[in-house]
């Protein structure tokens, strides 16, 4: 059962809305789109492994996409938790072309892509293993005491896997999706204690949803983009066109496609949250994104879109739903 969606992440979110409103000669689109198609890459990848996964046995397995647990000191970053009643299963999942060297002397994974252009990452089976002691902890101040396992995905069955003759066993968690399932059935077969019961399974899937923690990216000091340099207006989703839309008796009018869309504004003002990391907006902030004159029609739109809210008449702010007022 998969307890937790893997959803787009933020950061691919964020850089999506950025490329939308910085002009088409800003210095930095360049860097965001090599960065975007980077994350994209990773997230098909994750995707992949979502639907071997989704042959499991449905009640068997607790899965959970994207968690980010904190121990105290920092937080800790799991791609994909599965939980059974006998032991939980980390997978790292890694959606590298081309060869894999695994180096087991400088610990690190050296990349060679289609073009013959070597990269280095750090190692993800070091990377695992850290999740590893981090899930431990965090589970054992919780009175959990399940072992945990660790694979390391890798995502095109295309991509070669190698590492220096004698030390195979550095490879010994590393395996290619489509041996995913086989794997786990093998993993299955080692742990036959049963550690939780199916109460405990289901308290523990309620902690560690509430205990989780999403991402929060501000992209434009990330990027040391200004606010000002952003376009402001609402936005044609038809046309993908430049030019703002007009407000017009009642809905927004596209200039450029003649596309008229009433409700254009709630993109535009998701997009202005997602671009100031849920920065509180005011009327007057509205009016100026969305290219708007009239205070009362600012005011009508941001209430029919039922956001949080606080202050009085003339200082009030909006705050995404999702956010609480501070
Ligand atoms: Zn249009």
Redesign the pocket.
């Known amino acids: 059962m998969i307890v937790q969606e893997r959803p787009i992440p933020i950061r691919i979110q964020k850089n999506e809305v950025l490329l939308r409103r910085l002009p088409k000669n800003h210095i930095t689109r360049a860097a965001i789109e090599s960065e975007l198609a980077r994350r994209w890459s990773g997230h098909r990848g994750e995707q992949a492994v979502d639907f071997s996964l989704s042959k499991l046995p449905e009640s068997d397995y607790l899965i959970f996409h994207g968690m980010r647990l904190t121990n105290g000191q920092f937080y800790f970053q799991i791609d994909t938790l599965i939980l059974t009643a006998y032991f939980a299963l980390i997978l790292e999942v890694k959606n590298y072309v081309g060869t894999l060297y695994f180096d087991p002397v400088l610990n690190q994974l050296i990349q060679t892509n289609l073009q013959g252009e070597e990269k280095g990452y750090a190692n993800p089976v070091e990377q695992a293993r850290q999740q590893q002691q981090e899930l431990k902890k965090w589970l054992e101040k919780r009175n959990v005491f399940l072992p945990i396992e660790y694979l390391i995905i890798i995502s095109k069955p295309s991509t070669i896997i190698k590492t220096a003759s004698g030390h195979e066993q550095i490879l010994e968690n590393v395996l290619h999706v489509q041996y995913l399932l086989s794997r786990m059935d093998k993993i299955n077969s080692t742990y036959k204690k049963e550690i939780l019961s199916t109460k405990e399974l289901k308290k523990l899937s309620r902690i560690l949803l509430k205990e989780h923690t999403p991402e929060t990216f501000d992209i434009l000091p990330f990027y040391k983009i200004p606010l000002t340099e952003i376009q402001t207006g609402v936005q044609?989703d038809?046309?993908s066109?430049n030019l703002p839309m007009k407000r017009h008796y009642g809905t927004w009018y596209?200039l450029?496609?003649q596309?008229k869309n009433k409700n254009a504004h709630i993109q535009a003002i998701n997009d202005y949250f997602l671009l100031t990391n849920d920065a509180p907006i005011s009327n007057e902030q509205l009016r100026k994104f969305l290219q708007l004159t009239s205070a009362n029609i600012a005011y009508k739109l941001l209430k029919t879109m039922n956001l949080s809210c606080k202050g009085t008449c003339r200082d009030r702010v909006y705050f995404p739903r999702y956010a609480k007022p501070n």
Do not use: A, G, I, P
């Open positions: 044609c038809h046309c066109s596209c450029n496609c596309t």
